[in-house]
């Protein structure tokens, strides 16, 4: 199976949900790196990704967000670079099985570039080229650049992991609502960010997080209108609410899978869930793309 033939026909592929939510309900506790427990927890880490594969998603993360030197310095894990992005990979591809694809995740560093910060372009490749060479070497099926907001360390990611990797390369941007619109924190438009990664290489572009999958929609209808590359879409779970001094996001799956339509016309290919999505939320997009598919 290859993304191609997921989205062969105008066929809509399913993806994953929240990872950070499900490992929250295993224990891990704030301020714990969760790339950590594909060391000390390996079998929690696998069971996370079977619940998604259970629940029908057909391409499945990888617990290696924040796995590159620069974010796994801060927990004193940067040594461990190479082996938790290679086993974090077998984990996934152990539960995925002739299921589904697995595409490696690649989160932010945390750290600016120059001219703002420190960090100089040719180091942040060499930083994310570090991880995707240790991802590549576990038998990843893709990589997903996910959660950026500077279109500068976006496109430092998307030359690394090309240049390691033949396979598809999604990158995802996180855009927030204001006055003007969508961009993200750094100034970055949704069209922007679209035609800007297609050129340099793309496979796929869209966004995750920041919203809900009713500001999704019109995220991803500005996308299309900027690119002809099939546009992923992961949306939080609705907007978090402080509940009793705990984040929640208390948008139902049935609310989620109510948009789903919505979000297809708009010009979405691959739907997934992010922040507070859970296995249920997936179930409710599956069940939503098959009564739209009328199967």
Known sequence: MTIDQLLENGRIAIADGAWGTQFSERGLQPGEAPESWVLHQPDAVREVAQAYVDAGAEIILTNTFGGSRLKLAKCDLADGVSEINRRAVELSKDAAGESALVFASMGPTGEFMEPLGLVSEEE????????????????????????????????????????????????????????????????????????????????????????????????????????????????????????????????????????????????????????????????????????????
Not at 160 to 167: R, T, W, Y
Request: with cysteine; hydrophobic share 45%; aromatic share 4%.
């Open 124 to 295: 942040m490749v060499d930083v994310f080229a570090e991880q995707a060479e240790a991802i590549v070497a576990g038998g990843t099926d893709g990589i997903l650049i996910e959660t950026m907001t500077d279109l500068g360390e976006a496109k430092a990611a998307l030359a690394a992991a090309k240049s390691c990797f033949d396979g598809p390369v999604v990158v995802s941007l996180t855009f927030d609502k204001g006055p003007r619109g969508y961009a993200t924190m750094m100034g970055v438009t949704p069209e922007r960010a679209a035609e800007e990664l297609q050129a340099a290489g793309a496979d796929i572009v869209g966004s995750n997080c920041g919203h809900g999958i009713e500001n999704m929609i019109e995220v991803i209808a500005l996308m299309r209108g900027a690119t002809d590359l099939p546009l992923w879409a992961k949306p939080n779970a609705g907007m978090p609410k402080l509940i009793a001094g705990k984040t929640v996001f208390t948008q139902t799956p049935e609310e989620t899978a109510a948009h789903f339509a919505a979000l297809v016309e708009a010009g979405a290919r691959i739907i997934g869930g992010c922040c507070g999505t859970t296995p249920e939320h997936i179930r409710a997009l599956v069940r939503a793309r098959d009564t739209l598919a009328g199967e």
